[in-house]
Antibody, heavy 121, light 107 residues
Framework: QVQLVESGGGLVKPGGSLRLSCAAS????????MTWIRQAPGKGLEWVSH????????KYADSVKGRFTISRDNSKNSVYLQMNSLRAEDTAVYYC??????????????WGQGTLVTVSS | DIQVTQSPSSLSASVGDRVTITCRTS??????LNWYQQKPGKAPNLLIY???ILQSGVPSRFSGSGSGTDFTLTISSLQPEDFATYYC?????????FGQGTKLQIK
């Protein structure tokens, strides 16, 4: 069965950095786009970034552009989110999701359990 | 960027009721609209993609419709497990914003 397991969250000071990881299993990882989505405490969902199956394509939300970098290692079935220059407003649960791209569009059909990132001094 | 507006933000209903949630986009996205359900403390779950296609395993009381800029999610007969927060999301072009969410509560 498809499984996505995020790790790497924690408490970091403003201006600091953190690298999130998402380990995938149960499907042919290299065939799929992958996406990061976040949810601030008590708030709605915010799409953050996605990456193509071979890493040649990436896209970011304006709120994280220039500070966050998405990457993947298909040999390790993993996707990463490097987060630099962190701000208090980046505090959220970060989810990775499988991004199913076909003629019906992009839709996130499997999600991890999420990892909490807290940015505070 | 395409904006997504979802309404209402909250809704009170009873078991057995029919409910409808609306999503509107700032420009036409043809049928590239998805719906998710989220329960407290859990990751979201895909319900419907491409405006009207039911994800495998999702009960048939859920349905979606619409195209262009106006979309609806309908639950034909509410069950106790349906009380949750629902989000729409456009996937016509990145970035892929979600709607603000609709919290469905028991009346």
């Amino acid at each position: 069965q498809v499984q996505l397991v995020e790790s790497g969250g924690g408490l970091v000071k403003p201006g600091g950095s953190l690298r999130l990881s998402c380990a995938a299993s149960g499907f042919s990882f290299s065939d799929y786009y992958m996406t990061w989505i976040r949810q601030a405490p008590g708030k709605g969902l915010e799409w953050v970034s996605h990456i193509g199956s071979s890493s040649t394509y990436t896209k970011y939300a304006d709120s994280v552009k220039g500070r966050f970098t998405i990457s993947r290692d298909n040999s390790k079935n993993s996707v990463y989110l490097q987060m630099n220059s962190l701000r208090a407003e980046d505090t959220a649960v970060y989810y990775c999701a499988r991004d199913n791209v076909d003629r019906y569009g992009d839709y996130f059909d499997y999600w991890g359990q999420g990892t909490l990132v807290t940015v505070s001094s | 960027d395409i904006q997504v507006t979802q309404s209402p933000s909250s809704l009170s209903a009873s078991v057995g009721d029919r409910v409808t949630i609306t999503c509107r986009t700032s420009q036409s996205i043809t049928s590239y609209l998805n719906w998710y359900q989220q329960k407290p403390g859990k990751a979201p779950n895909l319900l419907i993609y491409a405006a009207s296609i039911l994800q495998s395993g999702v009960p048939s009381r859920f349905s979606g419709s619409g195209s262009g800029t106006d979309f609806t999610l309908t639950i034909s007969s509410l069950q106790p497990e349906d009380f949750a927060t629902y989000y729409c999301q456009q996937s016509y072009t990145a970035p892929y914003p979600f709607g603000q969410g609709t919290k469905l509560q028991i009346k």
